[in-house]
């Protein structure tokens, strides 16, 4: 909670990433039990699945995908030594840590199959891993799920969740970001249930890299490696979830809650994540 309010604060202050206003800190547990902050309401809408997005207009969704890139471009070109966030986390060697972490949490769970599989696509990851192109403050988690869209213009109200926000590299934010975004003709959506970005008038995902590249400035040549990160990390999330369920956790559902079979989209996402490396290595030659 600590965290999350000085990252709120910082960014509230002076830079162009829109983020709720942060009220005040409470750290007297003896008031919840646990520290907690209040932040200011942001009215707006947030785009969960396709109907939501088909309450919009046409051109409000247009807008807000233009939108939802733009202020990723803004979130990573904040200058963290001007918005004292320069020691929120190691400057270096990020997508390893990633690596590692999400691996040790998918060791956790004791699933000798999906351990192996995805272990095995960590360590290709790791040893393809490209030298990162700027430090940034990264979300973590950047997705429609995570913002609020004015409903009548289509602007970012606000950023939200900053939970596992850090510094980092940026095109894994980007990266992670293009595994969400669906399109209509896609195999199978990411989550395993569409997203607002599967209904018409949401642009490509062509589109997107092209929008964020002229935004960032950034050099897209290894994006194929994030965009093989991205849905490597998601089947750790994924497999994460599944087992939840299936102790009982998860809001107390049981395995039929889960929307489809997510061992098997595990593997699909693990599938993904070599076709993206793979070509991500061939350009590379």
Wanted: proline share 6%; with cysteine.
């Amino acid at each position: 909670m600590r965290r999350e309010y000085r990252i709120l604060r910082a960014l509230s202050q002076d830079t162009a990433v829109p983020v709720p206003e942060p009220v005040a800190l409470c750290d007297d547990e003896s008031v919840l039990g646990v520290p907690f902050y209040v932040m200011a309401d942001v009215p707006g809408v947030v785009l969960r699945e396709p109907a939501d997005a088909l309450a919009l207009s046409e051109e409000v969704r247009a807008a807000a995908a233009f939108r939802a890139v733009e202020v990723l471009a803004a979130l990573h070109a904040v200058n963290i030594d001007r918005t004292r966030l320069a020691d929120l986390g190691p400057r270096e060697g990020y997508v390893g840590r990633q690596l590692r972490r999400w691996l040790s949490q998918v060791e956790q769970s004791g699933d000798a199959e999906v351990i192996t599989l995805l272990g095995q696509q960590q360590k290709s990851l790791l040893a393809a891993a490209p030298a990162t192109a700027r430090v940034a403050l990264v979300h973590g988690d950047y997705r429609f799920d995570n913002l609020v869209v004015d409903p009548d213009e289509g602007t970012v109200q606000a950023v939200l969740d900053w939970e596992i926000a850090t510094l980092g590299d940026p095109l894994a934010d980007f990266g992670s970001l293009l595994v969400y975004w669906d399109e209509p003709d896609d195999e199978r959506p990411a989550l395993g249930v569409s997203g607002p970005t599967a209904v018409p008038a949401f642009p490509s995902r062509h589109d997107v890299v092209r929008w964020y590249a002229e935004a960032s400035a950034l050099d897209l040549d290894a994006l194929d490696f994030y965009v093989a990160f991205g849905y490597w990390k998601l089947a750790c999330i994924l497999h994460g979830v599944t087992q939840r369920y299936r102790s009982g956790a998860g809001g107390g559902a049981g395995t039929e809650a889960l929307p489809v079979d997510m061992a098997e989209h595990v593997r699909w996402l693990a599938r993904r994540s070599a076709d993206h490396l793979s070509r991500y290595q061939a350009m590379a030659l």
